[in-house]
């Protein structure tokens, strides 16, 4: 399959997932949200179900690793400098936030929340400048 | 139950961005790198995960979850600076790595110790965030 097939049928089951979660539990399927519950203990009595459903999230792409003859690689740079300050960012910024790509892109965009599509542009457009100045000044991605 | 519906999403959700190339930092790169050899993978994603969502949320309207408890309140239509400075502030971690909350974690079998490294970063970046909105909120007379 080309890539916009594997990113459609993939996108599917990510919007499946989020669907799932929301008519089964009633909460929204954002990532930042579900982790950063965990780390900073607002989670409060749903900590065993972001537990599990984080255990899921690793376990089902680890098995299709396992099974795969095309096992894919995410191809990270390997300076560890950039590594932190971008991991850094990424965490604190969607707790500032409220959101990420699953959370405002997905669940957000969806319903029409005007605060979704604007955190969407936003992290979009730093990503597109960011990437910019990335090939501009240290020579490509 | 909950825990059940917890399993079942998170497992799709990592098959998602396993099978959509979204745990491979060259594609969400690649979709950022508008001026350069643009890859258009993400939007398809983006897309396809919206469609499902959208449905699901004209299903909630008059309902209750299946698991019970009541589905989450319409956001605020306030655009705040919290929101506008997080985003900002991820996006260009999203942009120098190409990693975001998800497929960081659904790529930590196979990530190596960059992924490590990652998700170590934004856990603690997590971890500081309260003070920090708070030192933003008081600052903007928000608090």
Redesign the interface.
């Known amino acids: 399959m080309t890539?916009?097939a594997?990113?459609?049928?993939?996108?599917?089951?990510?919007?499946?997932?989020?669907?799932?979660?929301?008519?089964?539990?009633?909460?929204?399927?954002g990532?930042?949200g579900l982790?950063?519950g965990l780390?900073?203990g607002s989670a409060g009595s749903r900590r065993?179900?972001?537990i599990?459903?984080?255990?899921?999230?690793?376990?089902?792409?680890?098995l299709?690793?396992m099974l795969s003859a095309a096992?894919?690689?995410?191809?990270?740079?390997?300076n560890?400098g950039?590594?932190?300050?971008?991991?850094?960012?990424?965490?604190?910024?969607?707790?500032?936030?409220?959101?990420?790509?699953?959370g405002?892109?997905?669940?957000?965009?969806?319903?029409l929340?005007?605060?979704?599509i604007?955190?969407?542009l936003?992290?979009?457009?730093?990503?597109?400048?960011?990437?910019?100045l990335?090939?501009l000044f240290a020579g490509g991605? | 139950m909950r825990i059940l519906i917890a399993v079942i999403s998170g497992g799709l959700f990592g098959a998602g961005l396993w099978l959509s190339g979204m745990t491979e930092t060259g594609k969400v790169q690649g979709f950022l790198d508008v001026a350069g050899a643009w890859d258009p993978t993400l939007m398809f994603v983006m897309g396809g995960a919206i469609i499902p969502m959208a449905v699901a949320w004209r299903l909630t309207r008059g309902r209750t979850p299946l698991a019970g408890g009541s589905y989450p309140p319409s956001p605020p239509p306030e655009i705040d600076r919290a929101l506008i400075t997080g985003s900002v502030m991820f996006g260009i971690g999203w942009g120098l790595v190409g990693l975001c909350p998800g497929p960081a974690i659904a790529s930590l079998s196979y990530g190596g110790t960059g992924g490590l490294v990652f998700l170590a970063a934004m856990l603690a970046g997590m971890w500081t965030a309260p003070g920090l909105r708070r030192r933003l909120d008081s600052r903007t007379g928000l608090a």
């Open positions: 890539d916009w594997t990113g459609l049928a993939g996108g599917l089951l990510i919007g499946l997932a989020a669907a799932f979660f929301l008519l089964g539990n009633g909460r929204i399927m990532a930042s982790i950063g780390v900073d065993l179900e972001g599990c459903f984080i255990a899921a999230l690793t376990g089902v792409p680890a299709l690793q096992p894919v690689s995410t191809g990270l740079t390997g560890l950039l590594v932190v300050l971008a991991g850094l960012l990424v965490g604190a910024g969607t707790r500032i936030g409220n959101g990420c790509t699953s405002h892109g997905v669940c957000g965009i969806s319903r929340s005007l605060r979704g604007v955190a969407t936003c992290y979009i457009g730093a990503g597109v400048v960011t990437v910019a990335l090939r991605l």
